[in-house]
């Protein structure tokens, strides 16, 4: 697979009529990473001292105002860490997050060395939502770099967190797979927010079953920072207990071979994760990068005998080699996929709305599933 580093250095040809105008104007660095100061950083979170005067505008450490806690995963973009103020440690978090005692934040550490501006910039820009958020995508709250002398630039944002939630991966790690009709909630939330990210004009394509996150309402929520320890050649589906796991899993092959992508590359994505929780496990697997690559890009997944055939035949859509041939090409891809007899059971009028049922609650410890939760609950239905 194509690293960040070979993206740069030697970025392959667009195929044939495949365009992507993802940035029709130069982006200015100062407006999506200013510099951090105490006036930004207050100007987004008050200080809770009235008298206190802040006012002086020139750069500072984030660390004299934010203190790391724990780490909550890692990955190509960089690390994840809960943060609160240095300043009040009486609060858990942030001031407009203090009345919410389910709320956190993370504060994520890019390195430039690893991570370029361009690739920074696409990492945020899905999760700026203006006023007007989607309810299944957390947001990115204050988004900086900092310019300490004698050190790497490093950019850095900071973003809501759910520590009463329950990372999906981890739940279909501990449980196996989903029945489709649970499978279902948690995919048409999902495509809800990839088409609402692919209406402003921005594509995820980083998107893998490591973002996703149910909060404690049980809905859920595509976060921009990965839940999990990454390895680049693990080889391995995710697991919390070894930390490892990777997004390179859930790659298209145009992201593969290095090439600007089109909004069909979220829904190769979204058909991996599909996938994964109809059956546990990935569809494209290897040891090496190189190895899981060549799946990707050569090989044709197998589908299990219990799996229903309209779920087939979204996926055999969804994991097309050829994005031009592939479900949610287009303007209205989204639709594509969303008509789809799949879906027959699934209002999508309300789905925004939040007014399906979540299958379970994560503040509940009593509704969490047990170990192979789908059978389980395929043998109550047949009762």
Known sequence: MASNKV???????????????????EV???LLFPVFTRDLYFSVYPAAIPDRQINDGNPADHTTILRTLAQVGSGKIGKHFTAMRRDFAKYS?????????????????????????????????????GKFPNPFLGRILLHFRDQVPFRVERYYFISEYWHAG???????????????EQAKFYLSELASAIEDVHKRGKIFRCLSLCMLMIDPSGHLKVCPYTMCEQSLDCGKPCDPISKTCGDQFYASPEVVFGV?????ADWWSFGVIMYH??????PFSGCTLGELGKAITEENPCFPPEMSCEAIDLLRNLLHKDPRRRAGWGIDGACTVKNHRFWCTINWIGVPQLYLKPPFMPADKKSIPGKNWS????KKSTN
């Not at 993206?7 to 104007?25: D, F, L, M, S």
């Not at 329950?166 to 489709?180: F, R, Y």
């Not at 059978?375 to 395929?378: I, K, L, P, W």
Request: a negative charge; hydrophobic letters at 35%; one cysteine or more.
């Open 7 to 25: 993206y740069r250095e030697g970025k392959k040809a667009t195929p044939e009529n495949v365009t992507c105008a993802y940035y029709k104007k």
């Open 166 to 180: 329950a990372p999906l991966c981890h739940i279909v790690n501990q449980n196996g797979k989903m029945a489709e």
């Open 277 to 282: 929780l109809l059956t546990g496990k990935t």
């Open 93 to 129: 978090v942030t001031k407009p997050l203090a009345n919410d005692p389910q709320m956190e934040v993370i504060l994520t550490e890019m390195d430039s060395r690893a991570v370029d501006y361009i690739d920074a910039v696409r990492v945020i820009e899905p999760f700026l939502l």
């Open 260 to 264: 600007d992508v089109q909004p069909a």
């Open 375 to 378: 059978c389980r609950e395929n």
């Open 28 to 30: 200015q660095p100062d």
